[in-house]
Structures are given as C-alpha cells and as structure tokens.
C-alpha cells in the first residue's frame, strides 16, 4: 500500500485492530473530515494483501462512485454490488446495501464487513446482512453514533473507538474553522408534531415554507456572504425548490439537488456550483451524509432538527478546508445550535442509543455561549467584544433580590431589560417589529412598531407607517 495516513489515523486504525482482538463487532467514531474513506481503502488494501475478502457497505451511490476511485487510486482491484453492475468474484467489492441484501446467497462470506454511516445499522437491512455471515469481523464508521429515532448501538456493535475531536483537527489544519451567525427568522415550531425522533416534514414545511421567511434568509446572505457558495439544508424537496426560485428571483444562481434527479444531472449541478456558476445548492438530506465537496463556504440552516446527527453532519460538510476558505460560515436561521451546542463542542459517546451528553465541566471552566446583539454571531463567553465585528459585549448584571408580597424572589432586572433591548435589536424590518409585538401581546403592536421604526429612522411616524403596520398585523393575524 502506497497510501500516506495521517498520524491520527494509524492511531484509530490500531485502537480498532486492538478492539477486535476481543470483539467481532466495534465501531469506530471520527468526526467528518477525519478521512475515513482512506482508513477504509487501508483496511480494505492490508486486508488484501492477506488474501481476506473485505466488503464496504454504503448507502448512496454517491459514496459507491466516491469510495471505487479512492480505491483504484491506490491500485486495488475491487468489484461493486450495486444495480447495474457485473457481478464480481474479486475479495475486495464495494456494495449498495439496498443491493446486498438482494444478493446475499451469491457471494462468499467476507472476513471483515466495513459499514460507512454506521449510525444506521441498528435497521433491519444491515442486522440482516451481519446475520447472514456471523463469522466476519464487522468495523463500523461514523461522525455520530446515535440515531435520530433512538435506536441502540449496542445491539450491533461490543466496543466503540473514539477519534480525533473536531476542535483537534481544526488546530492541527485538517478542517478548516468556523464563524456561526443566528439571524432570527419568527419561526414557530411549538406545534408541530415529531415523528421518528424528530419534526413531522408535513408539519415542519407548513411552518417554515413561507415567502417571508424564505425572503429575509435570502436577504441575510446577500448582505453577509454574497458570492459564496453555500448550501442550504430545508425541510422538503417542495420548500427547497421555493427556496431556490427565490434565489434565482433575487439575482443569486441557485438549484436544487434531490433524488429523483439523474446521476448525469446531479454531476452537472455539482460542477457547475464548484466553477462558482451556481452559487447555492438547496436540499433536504442529500448534502448531510457522505457527498464531499471541500469548496463549501456557507451552511445555511432554514430546517430546524431534533436530531444532532443531522446537525453534526450538516455542517461537518463545510469543514474541509479548500484553496481560499479560510472559515465556514454557518446560518443557523432556526435557532439548532441552541438545542445542540456548537459544532466543536465536545462530547461524550456512547453505544446506548443517545449522546451521553456534552462532556462535563466544572463551574470554573463550563462552556457557555453569547450572541453579539449587532450582527448575530453566536460565540463562546470570554471576550469582552464580538470576535466577528467588533461590537462590546454588555456584561449581565448579578442577579439581585427582591421581596414581592413576603415572598424572597430572585429577579435579574438588569438582565430582563438587555434581553428586552436585544430582542428589540434583532428585530431589523417593521414585520419583525409587529411580529414581536404581537409575541409580547401588545394589544397595539402595529401602533408601536411603526413608531419604533420611524424612530430608527429619526423622524416622525407618518399615517403610511400607521398603515403599512396595519396591513402586517391582520397578515400575520391571518397566518397563525
């Protein structure tokens, strides 16, 4: 083998060899941009050379083409079980696992079973494929091991091998960083319903679909990030191709990536985002798992998620770092990394279904995060001013106590008043105004909005301000 790892790799390569001289089944855990598709194509290779048969498992034909390259890089005649394909009595094969389970009495038991995106192999496909050759080693691989519907690892895999952390591979220039911007959008998820551990997507499009939210988004890229090339994660096929025509309408070229498209298709699209022709890509999951392209610049988040897999996976698609990337932009417009931290944030991972949680910290050194209330930039408490802009960061006052009617009550005044300012702050148009007058239940939350906007402007409200207000407050009445 040819092929050059990364110190970082031989060590997860070996803690796994290590694991698998007591278990038959372990999985192994590396965020995206680890490299997993050249530790695979080293396991597949070693595995080789002693003549063992080593089967890949994947999920999406992008990765069947991705992973056959890098393997015929390094010179390793392999076969592919997929649709279409000859059939192949080569060790080394990459297989669709939608086609395997089709084929599974037409090939040889396999020494070792790779399965990329192991998070998924609590489903019945792949227990199916594991069952079936109960003597071969089975090495899983994945950024997240926990599943969005709450499913156990455990009943698949004995032992789990954690990786390098994101915030390791970013100080050591294997992924580039990041910049996180929470521009708020109004949206309201209260009711709707979950499904499978996370949003229903009927209900979720419903909610998040809309012209005006889909507008202001729009808006927020031009202003912050115009001539990026940005992806775009949205709750349906439906909602991302509105988001698109409201690109294109704005003058930004934008497309839609979805399955039914053909591979000639979706090639050309990919081609023509990575010559900068079009600048976004809109989608629902085919951009969170697997697909790599480096020159990613901008995450934009109009899906809100319960699952963190999703979350974790999204944005690890802009991590890699590219020729004149020097940082990954998120939007995050539906408020994700406060039900999931940070994309760096670190974690403790188990086998038992769900993420243990957040690794714990001491009071002295708990990460917590502040929000600059002038552009938006989500970052972690320390610094007295925005690392983004610049803009000073008002301290919160300590809390104080206040006797009301006999009873000891502790009410933060101060921080009651700088939460109400930057509330206020954010919201930049006049419907964001009505929109949080009406959350605070003003009962004249047109009135106030009009001159809260004129105020802005430094001048007095005029009787079209008194309308215009108006006319958005039955709209929004209307909507709810």
């Given amino acids: ?77 392999h076969g592919m079980i997929a649709s279409g394909q000859a059939m192949s009595t080569l060790p080394a094969q990459v297989a669709s696992v939608q086609t395997l389970i089709r084929r599974l009495d037409s090939y040889p038991e396999p020494a070792i079973l790779i399965i ?68 708020p959008l109004g949206i309201d998820v209260s009711g709707v319903k979950k499904s499978m551990g996370d949003y229903d997507k009927h209900d979720l499009e419903a909610a998040v679909d809309k012209p005006t939210i889909t507008g202001d988004a729009v808006r927020h890229y031009k202003q912050h990030a115009m001539g990026k090339r940005m992806v775009t994660m949205c709750v349906t096929v439906k909602h991302a191709q509105h988001v698109a025509d409201q690109y294109n309408a704005a003058g930004v070229p934008a497309a839609t990536l979805e399955g039914k498209m053909t591979s000639k298709h979706r090639e050309e699209v990919l081609r023509d985002f990575e010559l900068g022709k079009l600048l976004v890509l809109t989608n629902v999951q085919l951009l969170v798992e697997g697909v790599d392209i480096p020159s990613i610049e901008v995450i934009q988040w109009l899906r809100p998620t319960q699952s963190l897999v999703i979350w974790m996976q ?93 009873d000891l009550e502790k009410v933060d005044k101060e921080a009651r008043r700088l939460e109400a300012r930057k509330e206020q702050g954010m919201a930049r148009t006049l419907e964001d105004l009505v929109a949080l007058g009406m959350r605070r239940g003003m009962q004249k939350a047109a009135q106030w909005a009009a001159i809260t906007m004129a105020s802005r402007e430094k001048r007095k409200p005029e009787g079209k301000d008194f309308n215009a207000a108006r006319e958005i407050h039955k709209r929004l009445q209307e909507a709810a």
Avoid at 152 to 176: H, K, N, T, W
Avoid at 392 to 400: F, L, S
Wanted: glycine share 8%; net charge positive.
């Fill in 314 to 406: 999204g944005n690890g698609r802009g991590l890699r770092p590219h020729a004149g990337k020097q940082r990954l932009i998120i939007f995050d417009h539906v408020a994700n990394n406060q039900k999931h931290g940070l994309p760096d944030d670190d974690r403790e991972w188990g086998l038992e279904g769900k993420e243990k949680g957040k690794k714990k910290a001491t009071p002295e050194d708990e990460v917590k995060t502040k929000q600059c209330d002038q552009c938006w930039a989500v970052f972690r408490t320390g610094p007295d001013s925005c690392p983004h802009c610049g803009s000073p960061i008002i301290a919160t006052a300590k809390r104080e106590l206040e006797v009301v009617d006999g």
């Fill in 1 to 77: 083998m040819t092929l050059q790892l990364r110190p970082y790799q031989e060590q997860v390569i070996s803690d796994t060899r290590d694991a698998l001289k007591i278990h038959k089944r372990v999985l192994m855990q590396g965020p995206t941009g680890m490299g997993k598709t050249a530790i695979t194509v080293y396991m597949m290779g070693r595995a080789a050379e002693q003549g063992k048969r080593a089967y890949f498992l994947v999920h999406q034909n992008e990765l069947l083409s991705q992973t056959s390259k890098a393997l015929w890089r390094q010179k390793l005649e």
């Fill in 116 to 183: 990329d995106e192991a998070h998924r192999a609590a489903a019945k496909t792949y227990q199916a494929i594991i069952d079936h050759w109960p003597k071969a080693l089975v090495i899983g691989l994945t950024a997240t091991p926990q599943r969005t519907d709450g499913k156990p690892l455990d009943v698949i895999f004995q032992d789990l091998v954690i990786g390098p952390s994101i915030r390791e591979l970013m100080d050591a220039g294997y992924l580039c960083d990041y910049e996180i911007f929470a521009p």
